[in-house]
């Protein structure tokens, strides 16, 4: 099994405040984890991958970040959220193969 | 950047009917993925193909690749209600660390 937990499912925060969405798999161990943001009626857009504990790339500069303290754990923060933060957050991780990804049921954040 | 495109935006059919989706991408790629998403929902796999391939099957899916004019088809054949969905193309560099470059999606309405 490639499970992904994805928490919280949704958030409502306010404009300046800290974020912290968390990402956990099981299955193969050293995958692959990557952070993606869709917009509404959009696709989606990297924005960060980790290769291992410790390894992360980011793909967008913006005011998010990421973390991978632990083989099966990922998160995404922010010091200060932005209007434009809004969107739906999806955790994805490689299996055996690096070529297929596997979603999480994703985090739909929305920043008023 | 967004490499892959789709075409159309959306697509409604009647179950039964086919569906065809196309996909266009830049840059040369190792392989090309497509993923359903359901309303609200993560991603799922639905079918690969490298770039030394020109079409796959997987049960009623169909998918060519046409490396000379970089473009992708995904058909859906005897449609039911349950393929409503939105539908992605997915290309991956030869170095990419498994990383996706999306496109914007088709958004297919099967009515029954």
């Known amino acids: 099994s490639q499970t992904i937990h994805q928490w919280p499912a949704t958030l409502v925060q306010p404009v300046g405040s800290p974020l912290s969405l968390e990402c956990t798999v099981e299955?193969?161990?050293?995958?692959?984890l990557y952070w993606y943001r869709q917009a509404a009626g959009r696709g989606l857009q990297l924005l960060f991958y980790?290769?291992?504990?410790?390894?992360i790339s980011s793909e967008v500069p913006q005011n998010l970040s990421a973390s991978r303290p632990q083989d099966r754990q990922f998160i995404l923060s922010s010091k200060k959220l932005l209007l434009s933060d809004s969107g739906f957050y999806l955790c994805a991780r490689t299996g055996a193969s690096t070529d297929t990804q596997y979603f999480g049921p994703g985090t739909r954040l929305t920043v008023l | 950047s967004q490499q892959g495109e789709e075409d159309p935006q959306a697509l409604s059919i009647q179950e039964g009917e086919n569906a065809t989706m196309n996909c266009s991408y830049k840059t040369s790629i190792n392989n090309l993925q497509w993923y359903r998403q359901n309303s609200g929902r993560g991603l799922v796999h639905l079918i690969l193909?490298?770039?030394?391939?020109r079409e796959k099957h997987s049960g009623r899916l169909r998918v060519t690749l046409d490396t000379s004019k970089k473009s992708s088809s995904l058909l859906i054949t005897a449609s039911r209600a349950a393929d409503t969905a939105s539908y992605f193309c997915?290309?991956?560099?030869?170095?990419?660390?498994?990383?996706?470059?999306f496109g914007q999606g088709t958004i297919l309405t099967v009515h029954p």
């Open positions: 193909i490298r770039s030394n391939e």
């Open positions: 980790s290769v291992g504990i410790g390894q």
């Open positions: 997915a290309t991956a560099g030869s170095t990419s660390y498994g990383k996706l470059t």
């Open positions: 299955g193969t161990s050293n995958p692959n």
